[in-house]
């Protein structure tokens, strides 16, 4: 990707396609091996071809503004997957670092069992109410994880959305060139169709071909119109997809703050169902009473185990 970035940037400098060499783009990117940077360079002529190839008619200013939008779409997008690649990586950092707290504190709570065991009759009622604590919490965790379901079904439909807006919107876009490129094709066979017939019966067509070029100047005014027009429309489509990424942001943000929060009951249900298990074996009560429904699975790991 940045083989293809450093090539699109020495472009809009000024140099050829063709002129662009591997040792031109290692010296622009200052890192990667020249044959990985050799194989997407031929990949990326080969397209660049394929796009001079389709878009030949079309006026260089129009073929230069779609270049300029497709280079800052991919140089966005590369930089919305760096800030997501490392946020995943601090998420999965701060729950280790978070288990192996969690470990930690387990040990030492261990180890305190044994001098309470000389409390176990005042005890009692505390296990009672850790019991309905319990039970609170892990409904708690049930609210918790069903939001962040609801949460990540809403991000994925909001990033659908804009990838279908920015499809249409550059369908309608080559639409409206192919259009344009179409009528200014058929203005210039018309325009030397009468040039011919004017050689033939120059003095007595004369005022017609005025008005020939006088239409055929009113549709060239018409047409940088229409540029001026679509050159709009890629701005707002820009600002739209600018928008679209912050709603993005603003979904991650909430999802993030409702993982937290679901750790958080997590953490307390454990140190709960901890205290009650070590009650129950003060009171030297049967070990198959201290939960009688299926253990759910740590917030924490279920977070670590699904992105490394």
């Given at each position: 990707?940045?083989?293809?970035?450093?090539?699109?940037?020495?472009?809009?400098?000024?140099?050829?396609?063709?002129?662009?060499?591997?040792?031109?783009?290692?010296?622009?990117?200052?890192?990667?091996?020249?044959?990985?940077?050799?194989?997407?360079?031929?990949?990326?002529?080969?397209?660049?071809?394929?796009?001079?190839?389709?878009?030949?008619?079309?006026?260089?200013?129009?073929?230069?503004?779609?270049?300029?939008?497709?280079?800052?779409?991919?140089?966005?997008?590369?930089?919305?997957?760096?800030?997501?690649?490392?946020?995943?990586?601090?998420?999965?950092?701060?729950?280790?670092?978070?288990?192996?707290?969690?470990?930690s504190a387990l040990a030492s709570e261990r180890d305190r069992g044994a001098g309470l065991?000389?409390?176990?009759?005042?005890?009692?009622?505390?296990?009672?109410?850790?019991?309905?604590?319990?039970?609170?919490?892990?409904?708690?965790?049930?609210?918790?994880?069903?939001?962040?379901?609801?949460?990540?079904?809403?991000?994925?439909?909001?990033?659908?959305?804009?990838?279908?807006?920015?499809?249409?919107?550059?369908?309608?876009?080559?639409?409206?060139?192919?259009?344009?490129?179409?009528?200014?094709?058929?203005?210039?066979?018309?325009?030397?169709?009468?040039?011919?017939?004017?050689?033939?019966?120059?003095?007595?067509?004369?005022?017609?071909?005025?008005?020939?070029?006088?239409?055929?100047?009113?549709?060239?005014?018409?047409?940088?119109?229409?540029?001026?027009?679509?050159?709009?429309?890629?701005?707002?489509?820009?600002?739209?997809?600018?928008?679209?990424?912050?709603?993005?942001?603003?979904?991650?943000?909430?999802?993030?703050?409702?993982?937290?929060?679901?750790?958080?009951?997590?953490?307390?249900?454990?140190?709960?169902?901890?205290?009650?298990?070590?009650?129950?074996?003060?009171?030297?009560?049967?070990?198959?009473?201290?939960?009688?429904?299926?253990?759910?699975?740590?917030?924490?790991?279920?977070?670590?185990?699904?992105?490394?």
């Amino acid at each position: 990707m940045r083989t293809r970035e450093a090539a699109a940037n020495l472009v809009a400098e000024g140099r050829s396609p063709h002129e662009l060499t591997v040792d031109l783009i290692h010296a622009e990117i200052r890192q990667g091996s020249r044959t990985t940077i050799n194989d997407e360079l031929k990949l990326w002529k080969g397209e660049q071809a394929k796009f001079h190839a389709l878009h030949s008619g079309i006026p260089p200013v129009i073929v230069q503004a779609m270049t300029s939008l497709w280079t800052l779409a991919v140089k966005e997008g590369e930089k919305t997957f760096e800030q997501q690649r490392e946020n995943i990586e601090a998420e999965r950092d701060a729950a280790v670092q978070q288990a192996q707290t969690l470990e930690s504190a387990l040990a030492s709570e261990r180890d305190r069992g044994a001098g309470l065991e000389a409390q176990w009759q005042a005890q009692k009622v505390v296990g009672e109410r850790l019991r309905e604590e319990l039970l609170q919490l892990q409904g708690n965790l049930e609210m918790a994880q069903s939001r962040q379901q609801t949460l990540e079904q809403q991000l994925v439909q909001a990033q659908a959305e804009a990838r279908r807006q920015l499809a249409d919107e550059r369908a309608a876009a080559e639409v409206r060139l192919a259009a344009l490129q179409a009528s200014m094709v058929a203005q210039e066979r018309e325009f030397r169709t009468e040039m011919g017939k004017a050689t033939e019966r120059l003095e007595g067509v004369r005022k017609h071909v005025m008005l020939q070029v006088a239409e055929a100047r009113e549709e060239t005014r018409h047409a940088e119109a229409l540029l001026a027009k679509t050159r709009e429309q890629a701005e707002r489509l820009q600002r739209e997809r600018e928008d679209g990424i912050g709603q993005l942001a603003t979904v991650q943000g909430r999802l993030e703050a409702e993982l937290a929060q679901s750790g958080v009951l997590e953490r307390r249900a454990l140190v709960a169902e901890q205290r009650l298990e070590e009650w129950l074996k003060a009171t030297n009560k049967p070990a198959r009473l201290i939960r009688k429904t299926p253990a759910r699975p740590s917030a924490i790991q279920h977070r670590s185990g699904g992105r490394d």
